[in-house]
């Protein structure tokens, strides 16, 4: 019988990648706390309706890449293939939205059907923040900031690239969205295969199109700056002054639009060139008229959403990750003899008492002096705790300098802790 295999595209998180994972998340949390955001946890399956009424039925997604289902009732169920629609239908169920701004953050896997490949997975995680209540360019500058704070943490804000549009109102994209369609349509057969299937269903899709010769073609198409409605140029017009103030370089790229049809106004993208093909590691924008595509009423909300792998793919491109994270263990307790393995199981558990912040691990499974010790330097702790019958009897511990920074030393259990705060733990 053949082992059985993870599903393409689904990929395990193994013990020795799970310490970088947390490390990005560690430090998206503290940079979410300093803002005053709030988590939110949604389930990974919600009802399909949510995504062809939220995300759009002639979107990539809907059509092409959801893992939909029917349940044992017969509904139709679709593991989520993004997290703003799920946030905005929690929301509204919970009442949150009422007279209330809400700042909101979640995390998770997302899932698409698609080919899998170096950045782009089937079972994907994404970080998405979410804000509601604030009609304003400053909530949206707040979000790039936010964004760009946690790029410079984590040693990346170099090589990353704000692009930054609006994409007007509902009513603007409109009259665009038909100028587009009557230019595109007389050069309809020069258009690449994706570009012709979205003609009539997503055109404005078509715009940020990585065929070369439909972004030729686009030279000779309208300018979306002559449908752009006046109140959206001037929310553009003062994001703009705000990420001036706010020391945030960026890049108008007239060209940008988001995937999904429930954006408006102004939408950003961050961008790099150090992963080839999977170049947006961030990406999110307004959707003013989301709330009420779902039931709700009109409700100003912005937003974003990161992709966990690619930016940490990104830490590793740019070696930026700190070796120190590997290290799960500060200290390697070594018990050689029965009374030995006694006593350290109850000196342990003072230690985490005493020291609740270091990491102590206690040799288990037996095993002489030496292949203890052994294990104690593969475990990559800087001391090691050695107890043996002698030692047991005599209420003692040796504690030995892995590293090789100081001499061993002998001290009473009840000098232990003191000991190694005095050496830096």
Known sequence: MANLQSIRGMNDILPT??????????????????????????????????????????????????????????????????????????????????????????????????????????????????????AGADIDVELIVLSYR????????DSVTLNINTLGSSEARGRYRKALVDYLEGVK??????????LYVNPLRILDSKSASTQKLLDGAPSFDDYIDEESKAHFDRLCALLKAAGVPYVINPRLVRGLDYYTKSVFEWITDALGAQGTVCAGGRYDGLVPMLGGKPTPASGFAMGIERILLLLQELKAVPESI????????????????????ALSEKLRDALPAVRLQMNCGGGSFKSQMKKADKSGARFA????????????????????????????????AEVLRELGL
């Not at 995300?55 to 959801?66: P, S, Y």
């Not at 799920?86 to 169920?93: I, P, T, Y």
């Not at 057969?189 to 979205?198: I, N």
């Not at 590997?326 to 199981?345: C, H, L, P, R």
């Open 17 to 134: 990648d799970s310490p970088l994972w947390q490390y990005l998340e560690d430090q998206m949390k503290s940079v979410l706390a300093q803002y005053g955001y709030r988590e939110i946890r949604m389930p990974v399956v919600e009802p399909t309706e949510l995504f062809a009424r939220g995300v759009g039925e002639h979107t990539d997604i809907v059509e092409k890449e959801m893992y939909t289902f029917d349940d044992r009732n017969g509904d139709s169920l679709t593991l989520r293939p993004e997290g703003t629609a799920g946030c905005v239908r929690a929301a509204l169920q919970h009442g949150l939205l009422h007279n209330q701004i809400q700042r909101l953050w979640y995390q998770g896997p997302m899932f698409r059907y698609e080919r899998p490949q170096k950045g782009r997975y089937r079972q994907f995680y994404q970080i998405g923040v979410e804000t509601f209540g604030m």
């Open 150 to 157: 946690l790029f410079k943490k984590l040693g990346v804000a």
């Open 189 to 198: 057969d020069q258009l690449d295969e994706d570009s012709q299937r979205r």
């Open 326 to 345: 590997y290290n799960t263990v500060d200290v390697f307790m070594v018990a050689a003899g029965d009374n030995a393995e006694i006593a350290a199981i």
């Open 385 to 416: 705790l050695i107890l043996g019958d002698q030692e047991a009897e005599q209420e003692i511990v040796q504690v030995k300098d892995l590293q090789g920074h100081n001499e061993q030393q002998s001290t009473s259990w009840n000098q232990v």
